[in-house]
């Protein structure tokens, strides 16, 4: 059966048809095969994007669209610059820890490539960095508005996988600061190699500047704050948090900033709107098929053939990374989400490795897929924004692309690099929460 679904959504996929109407096609030849009645299909459907916690995504896209208009992005670069700008690679550097901020608050790629894109390529270019490059670097920095906590590839992947979404929101701390940290190197000796964007002689680091930048940006860095700690607290759930983090940019954007006005608010719910019914319907026929494929016990059959391979828990999550890594070539993160997460876990579960920690390795690998062609849709975002070609930004990314590569073989080999804060964060919750019934 996996074999049959497979090739239908590679076959459609080839010829363009969008990955939803693939998935419809996949899940009805599936129905027939199986004697199952189409009706099935629309009941499924119906009950997959029925969920409270899916609710979570149109909130933290609606956050995304507030912080591109209200004032709130510009804001946080301004801090990223007091506090790397006066670093070799200058506002490079800026991008990448502006990328890191924004995506604590929003934990949308595509989102942060055109807002931090936006704001800083046109900057970047007057520094002397090529386009490509500028592109580049915002591109790749994208990736760690997935990792990051609050993260939407981590909500989907606890709503259809049944995994705690506070613990993978913080196994995604140290791996997003990783990233970070590889990307700020790679831009540092890729920007001294070529002798562009020294630092000013006459600009040095200001602890007054910072300070200053970070009082004005002190209102939405407090937001991934709120979030994570309300989470972790019990105060809300990752849903109410989105709901929360929505109505706090949107008071910093009409009262505090005053950036976005009242008459702004309709075109802002339009294009959340938009967005949101994209991925709601993805997710109902994603979860349609999840469920064909577990009642044609497909994880188990995908398990027994990995396993009659290699039964080493490395030797599985190679193959399973390697497997990965090639499916982001050809499908968007969403979808590859939806579609394997439901597959791939009860695998992992059975040569025992930790949920979280997979988790966070299968969105960190998916998101390299991102900004890698011929599907990375962040690197459509980045070329409309640098106005340069595509193979000219895919030619700029590939050191920042092995750089993402070189952290995601680091995660296999050392799973308590993800796993270090969750497993020292929660006992600590558990016992007060104990304490407090």
């Not at 590679?10 to 129905?31: D, E, K, R, S």
């Not at 609710?55 to 709130?72: K, T």
């Not at 924004?102 to 007057?126: D, Q």
């Not at 949920?355 to 011929?374: A, D, K, Q, R």
Request: net charge positive.
């Amino acid at each position: 059966m996996l074999w049959l679904f497979l090739g239908i959504l590679f076959f459609f996929t080839i010829f363009g048809v969008p990955i939803v109407f693939c998935l419809g096609i996949a899940n009805i030849v599936m129905l027939l095969v199986m004697n199952i009645p189409l009706t099935a299909l629309a009941a499924k459907v119906i009950q997959g994007a029925d969920s409270f916690p899916l609710l979570a995504i149109p909130f933290f896209m609606f956050v995304g669209e507030v912080m591109n208009r209200g004032g709130i992005a510009r804001r946080l670069v301004d801090f990223a610059d007091a506090l790397v700008g006066h670093i070799t690679g200058g506002l490079g550097h800026v991008s990448i820890l502006s990328s890191m901020f924004f995506g604590g608050i929003c934990g949308s790629a595509v989102a942060e490539t055109a807002a931090i894109g936006g704001l800083l390529i046109p900057p970047m270019k007057e520094q002397g960095f090529p386009a490509p490059l500028a592109a580049a670097i915002c591109a790749s920095a994208a990736v760690i508005g997935i990792i990051i906590p609050p993260s939407i590839p981590f909500i989907l992947f606890g709503i259809i996988t049944s995994t705690s979404i506070a613990r993978i929101f913080l196994g995604g701390i140290v791996p997003g600061i990783i990233v970070g940290l590889a990307l700020m190197i790679t831009t540092y000796f890729i920007t001294k190699k070529k002798g562009i964007a020294r630092p000013d002689p006459g600009r040095k680091f200001s602890l007054r500047r910072v300070w200053t930048t970070l009082v004005s940006a002190g209102w939405a860095l407090s937001i991934p704050i709120i979030i994570v700690g309300g989470i972790l607290g019990g105060v809300f759930t990752a849903t109410e948090a989105g709901a929360v983090s929505a109505f706090v940019a949107m008071i910093l954007g009409l009262f505090v900033y005053k950036e976005i006005s009242w008459r702004d608010l309709p075109g802002i719910f339009l294009s959340t709107g938009k967005s949101t019914a994209t991925v709601l319907y993805l997710c109902g026929m994603a979860m349609c098929t999840a469920w064909l494929l577990t009642r044609a016990r497909v994880p188990f059959e995908l398990a027994a053939l990995v396993q009659s391979i290699t039964e080493s828990q490395l030797g599985v999550l190679l193959m399973t990374n390697v497997l990965l890594f090639f499916v982001g070539f050809v499908m968007d993160l969403t979808p590859a989400m939806l579609i394997l997460a439901p597959i791939l876990l009860p695998m992992m579960q059975q040569v025992g490795i930790d949920p979280v920690y997979f988790g966070v390795l299968m969105s960190v690998n998916l998101g390299i897929g991102l900004i890698t062609p011929p599907v990375g849709t962040v690197l459509y975002v980045a070329t409309g924004v640098a106005g340069i070609k595509f193979d000219e930004l895919v030619k700029s990314i590939a050191p920042f692309v092995v750089a993402e590569l070189a952290v995601l073989v680091l995660l296999i080999f050392f799973p308590q690099v993800i796993l270090f804060v969750p497993n020292l964060v929660f006992p600590y919750i558990l016992e007060i929460k104990n304490e407090k019934k």
